[in-house]
């Protein structure tokens, strides 16, 4: 099977948050409260899978409200913050979610990404992970962390299904 083929597998897709919705950089205010960006294309490719019904779970070693209200915006009801084990939460939505992992593509960059990438059908990766997870990843995406990757990996899915429409007026 090429790659190609497994985009056209995907039915749900998990991200991590730092790294991939956002940049890896950490802001922080006199106050001591960490802010993130987020890449606006990252947000819309997301409300589209959505839309077309693809499920969309985030797991996150981070935890920040500003973060969850931005995911919940968006429209994503499968936030899991604070979540050091990932692969524990990744077993059991499997199941409370009635998933098959080799529909799964998950976006990570960083080693606490690893345990799950082994499960799925498609680990893929930003452009610069590190290079633990780019060796795991069946796809690069060239954008990095924050810079467009999320779009990337949801567009292809859904160029390849047929989904990605230009939208008429």
Not at 25 to 40: A, C, H, W, Y
Not at 103 to 113: S, V
Request: aromatic share 8%.
């Amino acid at each position: 099977m090429n790659q190609l083929e497994k985009f056209a597998e995907i039915s749900t897709f998990f991200f991590d948050i730092d790294g991939v919705f956002t940049n890896n950089t950490l802001l922080i205010t006199d106050q001591g409260e960490f802010l993130r960006s987020m890449n606006v294309r990252d947000g819309y490719a997301v409300k589209r899978a959505i839309r077309a019904g693809y499920q969309i779970v985030v797991i996150t070693g981070g935890s920040s409200s500003g973060v969850q209200s931005r995911l919940q915006g968006l429209g994503i009801e499968h936030i899991y913050m604070g979540k050091e084990q990932k692969l524990e939460v990744f077993d059991r939505l499997v199941v409370e979610m009635d998933l098959e992992p080799g529909e799964i593509l998950y976006l990570g960059d960083d080693l606490p990404d690893y345990p799950v990438m082994r499960k799925v059908g498609l680990p893929c990766c930003p452009a610069d992970a590190v290079p633990e997870i780019m060796g795991l990843s069946k796809y690069v995406s060239p954008y990095k962390g924050g810079e467009g990757c999320v779009r990337d990996v949801i567009e292809k899915v859904m160029r390849i299904r047929g989904e990605w429409d230009i939208p008429q007026s």
